[in-house]
């Protein structure tokens, strides 16, 4: 899903399912979002990633700012 902030795109809850992973499927929808990206005009493009999808957003360009923690009560 993207979401148009002005300046910023979000790229937000890409997955893939584990049967199909590895099949480049999650590069092919960034690319796609990407060129979306740049066809909306955005500035900057933002996402919040597991530690799974790392690997592949360095491929595309992206760097860290900062980390989020979540927390869960049993």
């Known amino acids: 899903m993207l979401y148009n902030t002005g300046e910023a795109i979000g790229?937000?809850?890409l997955g893939v399912r584990q049967a199909?992973?590895?099949?480049?499927?999650a590069k092919r929808l960034m690319r796609?979002?990407?060129?979306e990206s740049?066809?909306?005009?955005?500035?900057?493009?933002v996402s919040q990633a597991s530690q799974a999808g790392k690997p592949l957003y360095d491929q595309l360009g992206f760097h860290?700012?900062?980390v989020?923690?979540?927390y869960q009560r049993t």
């Open 11 to 13: 790229v937000h809850q």
């Open 20 to 25: 199909r992973q590895g099949q480049g499927i």
């Open 32 to 35: 796609h979002m990407l060129a």
């Open 38 to 45: 740049v066809r909306w005009q955005g500035k900057y493009v």
């Open 64 to 66: 860290n700012q900062f």
């Open 68 to 70: 989020i923690n979540n």
